[in-house]
C-alpha cells in the first residue's frame, strides 16, 4: 500500500540514476526544491547546473565537462581524487551520448545538468532543448551512472 502523506514520485526514486533525471527534469524553481528535499530526504548528495551554446563537438564536450566537474567540486559532491574524476567524467561522458545522438554540427543546445551521488554511485543526467531554429526545437535526454570506487 502507498502512502498518500508522501510527495509524488517519492517512492520511484530508488537510485542515484532516477534521482539524477527527475531532478534534471525540472522546469521551474518550485518543482527543482521539491525535488531536491526529496532527494536530501533519502540522504543523496546533488547539484544542478546548466549549459547552452553551439552542439559542436568541442564547445559544447568542453562546456559540458567543465561546468560539471565546476559543480561537483564547487558543491562538494566529489573530492579532488583520481577515482572520484574518472567516475564523473565516465558519467558525464556517458550521458553526453544521448544528448549528442544525431545532432547536426550548428544546433544551439540549453541544458539542465543535474548530479546526483549516494556513497557509492554517481550519476549525471542531461536534460534540455536543441534546435537548428527556434521553431524546430524539441527535448533531449542524456543520463549516465559509474561507481565511485574506493577512493
Known amino acids: 500500500m502507498t ?72 558543491s562538494g559532491i566529489i573530492g579532488k581524487s583520481a577515482t572520484n574524476y574518472h ?3 565516465h558519467a558525464t561522458d556517458e550521458a553526453k551520448r544521448g544528448i549528442m545522438v544525431n545532432v547536426a554540427s550548428s544546433v544551439s543546445l540549453a541544458v539542465k545538468i543535474a548530479i546526483v551521488r549516494d556513497d557509492s554511485w554517481i550519476a549525471v543526467a542531461l536534460f534540455g532543448d ?11 535526454a542524456g543520463l549516465g551512472v559509474m561507481h565511485l570506487g574506493n577512493g
Open 130 to 140: 536543441s534546435a537548428l531554429h527556434p521553431l524546430t526545437n524539441h527535448e533531449r
Open 3 to 74: 502512502d498518500l502523506n508522501q510527495p509524488f514520485l517519492v517512492q520511484s526514486i530508488r537510485s542515484v540514476a532516477t534521482a539524477a533525471m527527475l531532478l534534471a527534469l525540472t522546469r521551474t524553481i518550485s518543482d527543482e526544491e521539491t525535488v531536491k528535499k526529496m532527494l536530501a530526504d533519502k540522504g543523496y548528495r546533488f547539484v544542478v547546473t546548466e549549459v547552452g551554446g553551439k552542439s559542436s563537438l568541442t564547445e559544447f564536450q568542453e562546456k559540458t565537462t567543465k561546468a560539471v566537474i565546476g559543480a561537483a567540486l564547487n
Open 87 to 89: 567516475a564523473l567524467l
